[in-house]
């Protein structure tokens, strides 16, 4: 046997080891900007300015003690919807474990501590993408209590997304939370 023939056939087992194996599937999607999340949520604001929150380790601890159990969080940025000098609310770009991936959404508290609806940014797991809904995403609105914010008793879950109508849900908690502890008191001022 000649030497290219080998390498050949050493490239086809590769090729059927490769091809036997399982591979899991992951569709990563992105839909909407931060930009695009900020005027969608917040239409009338003419401007957003990030925030930096830095939480003492009491504000740290009482945020979770309110928020309960969380799924990992990867990142959080926060801004104030203003328009000219008014603040309107606050929008939180948030990213929660899905199944195996994260799911970037945003969400936004106004002035008085009511959620809007959900925004989903993107979106990196195979199944579950349902929580695009709008009609998932709208259960939000409206809630500002922590005891609004349940799955399956308040906010529905999904079946073939059970994970991330959960994740979400908890990440939401969280944010609702942050802001009964970071931000009202800014907000009331």
């Not at 830095?54 to 309110?66: E, N």
């Not at 809007?116 to 500002?144: C, D, K, M, T």
């Not at 959960?166 to 008191?185: S, Y």
């Amino acid at each position: 046997m000649k030497r290219a023939d080998a390498v050949s056939l050493g490239w086809l087992g590769m090729l059927a080891a490769l091809t036997a194996a399982p591979v899991p599937v992951v569709i990563a999607a992105d839909y909407l900007s931060v930009e695009g999340a900020q005027k969608a949520l917040f239409p009338a604001a003419d401007q957003f300015t990030e925030l930096v929150l830095a939480l003492d380790p009491a504000q740290r601890a009482r945020v979770q003690g309110l928020a309960g159990a969380q799924p990992p969080h990867r990142s959080l940025r926060a801004f104030r919807a203003l328009k000219g000098s008014e603040l309107l609310g606050y929008v939180f770009i948030d990213e929660v474990i899905g199944k195996e991936d994260f799911i970037t959404y945003a969400a936004a508290i106004d002035a008085s501590g009511k959620l809007g609806a959900l925004e989903v940014l993107s979106y990196r797991e195979s199944h579950g993408g349902e929580i695009r809904a709008p009609a998932w995403r709208r259960q939000f609105a409206g809630r500002g209590d922590l005891n609004e914010l349940k799955v399956a008793t308040d906010i529905k879950n999904i079946a073939g997304a059970t994970l991330s109508s959960e994740h979400v849900t908890q990440g939401v908690r969280w944010l609702v939370a942050l802001w009964q502890v970071a931000l009202q008191p800014a907000a009331a001022g």
